[in-house]
């Protein structure tokens, strides 16, 4: 529908009749969706063409060569803010107030894509309207020259959802609000004002996660970086659960612990000071986890280390928003304010005490200057976001520290993680979870158990003693696997209790009171609560059902035998009886809870007697029973049979207001004024919740420790249970044993990925480390499982540091601090790194940080640049690791060289994977066994034969092969001649000091 004319209140009822517009699957080809996700400046003429009038244009202020920032500043200047828009003044004033209030909105948030509320709609004008189209396949319309998509009430949160995770755009809600407080919403339906309720970034999202949301935390990372030591300071937070993680990085020159932190956590945005992040952070960010970028826009310089302080403790001070203050003083008692937590108190300790012990103290040499940045940073850009009080406020706050995590627990950098196949796998055309490690162990039954079993995966554990626990409670449990299988698929049933949880919490600020639609918000938390707590009664009654009563496990122990099932209950009944819920699932509080809210309902039900008498009136009049009261969702009508209303039969005082079959509907004088009336007690059941909704989520909130207590028990049997359901699933499996230094005896290991999906080509291998030698060099050929057996022996060492069973017959092994893993590469364009420059920086990384009690896999290293200069690379590298570093080290090659070298080393030892090779048809038969000895050749030319390549091409290299394999025979017997000549050397060498000390003897 076009029109070129009309008021905004006719328009508000002519989108009411449009319910239906739920977000369409749009057809990328045709639409092109998505090709520019950050960037409104497409060509809108050919969006929309048959939707709008074919002379429409955009104002020129919005036209590519007009546009500027609220500065006055065009694209083309450095300093361009395209967070704003400059409107001209005059053009604002002939707005109606209406589009004056939206593009106030707009004019300070040019980037974003505006809802804007629009009677019982939200509209998006102009150009976030073509996006709509572009992206969901919508209809542009046009009310007067304003192109829009109309979308409804409903509807929005989706709306909202696919934006931010596809487009990677924040969305604002603009809403129809008070001009003072929420106790005057929607008073007067005149005059209305329009505030932005609603800023919701792609790692601020948590209104409407329900429980087909992904189980993965959903982190938001703040970061800021030094311009002098390019040190990093870190928050990152999940809005989800309210945990917050915080770390200092210094020395981090390559980005090797950022990098690995992107890796662990995927953070699905990155928010920081304007300029203030290198190409290469930023690079590592685009690559690794794909984020969201925002920035603060006013280019400011670091905080003094006081004014943080102060700010925080501000924070956690105040009294919450000015509505708060209009409730009177027991109120206010009951509005949460959390204590200023412990972790900042640690650090200005340690901040004053260093202050005073030097004089000349500057802030930036202080150890958590940039930890700090980033934390205020956070601070602030939740504030803009509306979501201080209700995330920042009532967050936990930890170091995540990646050095001192190293000291608990195995580290497993990105290269690791990447290469291991620790949480996705790589497919190049796309990254899945499917084929990974945490693919291989997951049986959790509950969202929050998997995320409880991807953070043991992202640090095993260390303490033998703690290992050893885990091991004692799934054998445990795979001894009575039915009954906890059970009594999980029941808490599965209860939903992600964990965000759940997050969610009531985020009720307990009386900000969160505000409405940011027509549907009533306290109606909508109470439920959530309600419905919380009646999961919370079904888990307490399965704790109080579970058969078995007695365990040798300590940690099954703390979990069933030891939670303070009676303080549950006590909570539960005393929540419970302040709710009373409907036939409709609708929450209210119970009669007799709160007086005011009792006169309203009250007054609320004579007003509707009332309208049930003039109905009654009707009846009579017009002589028929058929004739009833209806609640629609806008109003309520007298239904009156068609028949005896058609033409002149109708009163004078019925006046339409809708139809359906058989039956027209009427108000009355009598009943308009009476709706009146039922507007005004609505209004005044808002005012009553608001202060009965503070104090209800006021219980919860004091009991937040209890309550997460409670899940992390649950979240530890979820993840305990899917390693001992796991276990029952394995061909052959074992639980490992602990012993001292450089013990490593795993025998008959199946590779973990290939069991889960039945691979009929699993051959098992062992890999010992005897006594004396740390280093095992392996050759083979192509394509004959040398990195296949380098990955399953990481893996079941990480296996083993989390407390699961392994898929092998027997695994003795010492305590891993840490695996290195380098495995391939390939050039990093974003980065600027070719493969030989990634491939020593990883290698770097291995010399400098291994320890005698790591595990290093280094696979064909010295291939990214010439065959002399590898083997040189290769030779120093194996030889420094033996000597100096003395790990446990896998190291494969095709540099047969190599062997010949370390022949005469007691600490190496030469394996190949096992083949067989038919000379007359030139075809090799991988056997993929690991065995003592080791490969004359890589049959390199074979493989390629099997691969495919043209004959000619095959015949060719065969040829060159044999040249080349000549002259290294000839340099082989050089070496061989050499060693036997320094052994000679060496030999005579003792003689003659043997000589010397007998003579002096003599």
């Known amino acids: 529908m076009i029109s070129s004319s009309g008021s905004d209140e006719s328009f508000e009822e002519e989108s009411h009749k449009n319910k239906n517009n739920k977000p369409k699957k749009a057809n990328n080809k045709k639409n092109g969706i998505f090709e520019q996700k950050s960037n409104l400046n497409f060509n809108f003429s050919e969006e929309g063409k048959n939707d709008l009038n074919e ?168 970061l800021v970086e030094s311009q002098i030591d390019s040190s990093l300071g870190i928050a990152l937070i999940d809005c989800t659960t309210h945990k917050v993680l915080l770390d200092d990085i210094k020395g981090d020159k390559n980005g090797n612990y950022l990098r690995t932190i992107l890796r662990k956590y995927k953070p699905v945005e990155v928010y920081s000071k304007k300029n203030n ?301 302040q709710l009373f819920q409907d036939e409709n699932g609708n929450c209210f509080p119970k009669p007799g809870i709160d007086p005011t809210y009792d006169e309203i309902l009250k007054n609320m039900e004579q007003i509707k007697d009332e309208m049930n008498q003039e109905v009654n009136k009707w009846r009579q009049k017009l002589k028929n029973l058929d004739i009833k009261l209806i609640k629609t969702r806008l109003q309520y009508e007298i239904q009156v049979p068609e028949s005896i209303v058609q033409g002149q039969l109708k009163p004078k005082e019925f006046s339409l207001t809708s139809k359906v079959k058989g039956y027209q509907r009427f108000q009355t004088e009598q009943i308009i004024q009476l709706l009146k009336k039922i507007k005004t007690e609505e209004i005044n059941i808002q005012k009553a919740l608001a202060p009965f909704c503070i104090t209800f989520f006021h219980q919860f909130f004091s009991q937040r420790d209890f309550f997460y207590k409670i899940l992390n028990s649950l979240s530890d049997l979820d993840a305990l249970f899917s390693l001992a359901f796991n276990a029952q699933k394995l061909p052959v499996k074992c639980l490992p044993s602990f012993h001292k230094k450089n013990t490593f005896i795993l025998q008959n290991m199946h590779h973990p990925q290939l069991i889960k999906y039945k691979s009929k080509s699993i051959v098992p291998n062992d890999t010992i480390f005897p006594k004396n030698v740390t280093a095992i060099l392996i050759t083979g050929p192509n394509m004959g499982g040398k990195s296949t057996l380098l ?41 600027g790194k070719s493969t030989f420059q990634i491939e020593m920086e990883e290698t770097r990384n291995i010399v400098n940080e291994a320890t005698e009690d790591s595990l290093v896999l280094l696979d064909e290293l010295g291939r990214g640049t010439s065959t002399y200069d590898g083997v040189c690379i290769a030779y120093a590298v194996l030889k420094y690791l033996v000597e100096k570093t003395k790990c446990l080290c896998l190291f494969s090659t095709h540099y047969h060289l190599l062997v010949d070298e370390f022949l005469l080393y007691d600490s190496i030892q030469s394996y190949f994977m096992n083949f067989s090779f038919d000379n007359q048809q030139q075809k090799i038969h991988f056997e993929y066994k690991f065995v003592r000895g080791f490969s004359a050749k890589s049959f390199a030319v074979n493989v390629a034969q099997i691969a495919g390549l043209p004959y000619q091409i095959v015949e060719r290299a065969g040829e060159v092969e044999k040249i080349i394999t000549q002259e290294e025979q000839k340099l082989s017997n050089l070496i061989l001649v050499n060693q036997k000549f320094n052994t000679y050397i060496q030999t005579l060498q003792q003689d003659l000091l043997m000589l010397q000390q007998d003579l002096q003897i003599d």
């Open 791 to 831: 990955r399953q022996t990481c893996l079941a060492v990480i296996l083993a540091q989390i407390g699961a069973f392994v898929p092998a017959e027997k695994f003795e092994m010492s305590i891993k601090d840490r695996i290195f893993c380098r495995i391939g590469a390939t050039d990093n364009l974003m980065e």
């Open 55 to 222: 002379n429409f244009t955009l104002p020129f202020f919005l036209q590519k060569e007009y546009i500027k920032d609220k500065e006055g500043r065009s694209p083309s200047d450095p300093n361009y803010d395209s967070s704003t828009l400059h409107i001209p003044v005059k053009i604002l004033s002939n707005e109606r107030p209406l589009y004056q209030q939206y593009w106030q909105v707009k004019s300070e948030n040019y980037d974003k894509l505006v809802f804007f509320r629009l009677g019982r709609n939200f509209m998006c004008y102009y150009e976030d309207a073509f996006l709509m189209k572009r992206m969901f396949d919508l209809q542009v319309k046009m009310w007067g020259n304003k192109p829009f998509v109309m979308i409804w009430d409903s509807q929005y949160p989706l709306y909202i959802k696919e934006t931010l995770e596809k487009a990677n755009k924040t969305c604002i809600v603009v809403d129809q609000v008070s001009k003072k407080t929420i106790q005057k919403y929607i008073k007067i339906k005149i005059n209305k004002k329009r505030e932005i309720t609603q800023i919701i970034s792609k790692g601020t999202y948590t209104d409407f996660m329900n429980t087909n949301e992904d189980y993965n935390e959903r982190f938001m990372m703040v």
């Open 277 to 577: 992040l290198s190409l290469q952070t930023k690079n590592l960010c685009k690559i690794i986890s794909k984020p969201q970028f925002n920035f603060e826009y006013e280019n400011k310089s670091f905080e003094p280390l006081e004014s943080i302080f102060q700010g925080l403790k501000d924070e956690f001070s105040q009294e919450q928003s000015d509505v708060s203050l209009q409730l009177n003083q027991n109120q206010q008692q009951n509005n949460i304010k959390r204590e200023y937590p412990e972790i900042f108190k640690k650090i200005e300790t340690l901040y004053i005490q260093q202050k005073e012990k030097d004089e000349d103290f500057m802030d930036q040499s202080f150890d958590y200057y940039m930890l700090l940045q980033s934390v205020y940073l956070l601070l602030n850009y939740l504030k803009f976001l509306k979501l201080n009080e209700n995330v920042f406020q009532q967050s936990t706050f930890e170091f995540l520290d990646e050095k001192t995590q190293s000291n608990d627990y195995l580290v497993l950098d990105s290269h690791a993680i990447e290469n291991l196949d620790i949480f996705e796998v790589n497919q190049i055309t796309k990254i899945q979870e499917e084929g990974s490690l945490l693919d291989f162990l997951d049986y959790t039954k509950t969202k929050f158990g998997k995320r409880k079993l991807k953070k043991w995966l992202m640090y095993p554990l260390k303490n033998i003693k703690q290992i050893q626990e885990r091991q004692t409670t799934v054998q445990e449990i795979l001894e009575n696997i039915n009954y906890f299988e059970d009594f999980l698929k029941k808490i599965q049933l209860l939903g992600d209790l964990e965000r759940n949880l997050s969610k009531v919490f985020n009720s307990s600020q009386f900000s969160r009171l505000n409405p940011s639609s027509f549907d009533n918000f306290s109606h909508q938390r109470l439920k959530e609560s309600f419905l919380f707590i009646k999961n919370l009664k079904i888990l307490h009654q399965n704790f109080l059902e579970f058969p078995l009563k007695e365990f040798s496990s300590n940690i099954l122990k703390n979990i069933f035998q030891k939670q303070d099932l009676p303080k549950l209950l006590d909570l539960i009944q005393k929540i419970e009886n």
